[in-house]
């Protein structure tokens, strides 16, 4: 145990049940709210979540739209309770995203994600 | 590309959206249903799923119960679409589980169910 501030921290809150992510909250590295994360996109075989798809609204004054990120690109701050994403606003704007109609995420989709955000690809070959 | 059946299937059937994470079937060594998960616990900071919550119905003639067991349980089987647990029904009867009060899912929790299954336990410190 620590005499940190943060001691009074349950460990338990390490664990995110995946029927609770919905609503996670998500800022900026300044701390300014960013949106939500709306869900994990997770490898049936590994358990290993692979993209986060955030839920953001507000941009160019439209309706909430869905980024899927690779899940690399967030930080979980444990003071905040949520993700911090580095990724400059902008550049997220750009990004591959849909408002009503979701894509498939399928091997292509995937491969567009992680071009665009200049990680490595993920194989989703079975 | 292969020319086996299995070629139909769709690449994006390994991602898994943790909304949908609720009723994904699991089924015993021998293909028998034996209930289906509720939902994952997931390690925020590394999006790595480190236990499943079954859903398991039916047990000496109770309801519905949940039996939390660690992810490296459960094997993805893409053809079921579904996950196979070679636990003995027996022994999993005699886990930890819960009907109705979901425990706290800290460290000494998660510690009696890596015990219990004999894994190594999970360090769950943020």
């Known amino acids: 145990m620590s005499d940190k501030p943060d ?12 029927n609770k992510v919905d609503g996670t909250k998500v800022v900026t ?4 709210s960013l949106g939500s994360v709306h869900s994990f996109m997770i490898n049936k ?10 839920s953001l609204g ?9 980024y899927p990120l690779p899940f ?16 400059d ?11 009503s109609n979701a894509p498939e995420f399928n091997q292509a989709y995937a491969d567009r994600v992680a071009n665009y ?7 989703l070959s079975l």
């Open 29 to 32: 590295r300044d701390g300014a």
């Open 89 to 99: 606003k902008r550049l997220l704007e750009g990004g591959p995203s849909w408002a």
């Open 45 to 54: 075989r590994t358990g290993q979540a692979t993209y986060a798809v955030l």
């Open 117 to 123: 955000y200049g990680v490595a690809p993920v194989d």
């Open 58 to 66: 507000g941009f160019l004054g439209m309706g909430k739209s869905f």
């Open 7 to 18: 001691s009074a921290i349950e460990p338990t809150n390490l664990l995110l049940a995946s």
């Open 72 to 87: 690399e690109s967030l930080a979980y701050d444990h003071v905040a309770d949520g993700y911090v994403v580095t990724i």
